[in-house]
């Protein structure tokens, strides 16, 4: 795995938006694995600003997202669905049917997890894959736990989890208790992963992570399976 110590968030937002930048002008209509949470949230801010500044055309560009809550609509500000559109599609020139965020109304969670996983197929998989890390580990929504499931799928959220997003709502019972998300598999179709972590609180998940083991109490490990993985990360995140 390589890694990217940067020294804050700042410069860890310019670095990863530099290598998705990168990849949309080598290649004009990529696929590209959007994450959200707080720590995308300045990467996505430096590429609208290169957007405006006439560097980037998304026009060509699909992108298909980690994960949603579910249940959850997308006008809830709450929802990924929301935060993608806040945060990037509604301020580039992207084609809004080329974006793909699972949906938190589907009616039928397992058959539309299926059917993403066919999507993720049918584009040829991603070219580069942003991932966050979870205080716990967790990659997408892929919780610790004594197994993995490799495709899209329906999952409970950790109490860990609920507890660390608890902030984003008005109080903790707010918070869905399960989630659509990427598996393993799917998130290993692609061609390049970009791994972000900012503040000591993730230190110890990037800590497992560039350790030896691989471990499902912390899915991140198992990113050292992965050929082409880059950690970007700030300095308290690295060092804690
Ligand atoms: P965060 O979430 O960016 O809000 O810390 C990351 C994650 O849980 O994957």
Known sequence: ???IVCKNYDEMSATAAGELSKQICEKPDSVLGLATGSTPEGMYACLVKDYQDGKLDFSKITTVNLDEYYPITP????????FMNYHLFSKVNINLANTNVPDGTAKDPDAFCADYEKLIDSLGGVDLQILGIGQNGHIGFNEPGDILYPNTHLTDL??????????FFDSIDDVPKQAL????A????????????SGKSKHDAIAKMLGETIETKCPATILKLHPNVTLICDED???G
């Open 158 to 167: 950790t109490d860990s989890t609920i507890k660390a997003n608890a902030r």
């Open 75 to 82: 006008d809830n500000d709450q929802s990924y669905r929301y």
């Open 186 to 197: 799917s998130i290993f179709k692609a061609k390049r992963i970009i791994i972000m972590a």
């Open 181 to 184: 998300t990427m598996g393993i």
């Open 1 to 3: 795995m390589k890694v």
């Open 237 to 239: 995140a690295y060092n």
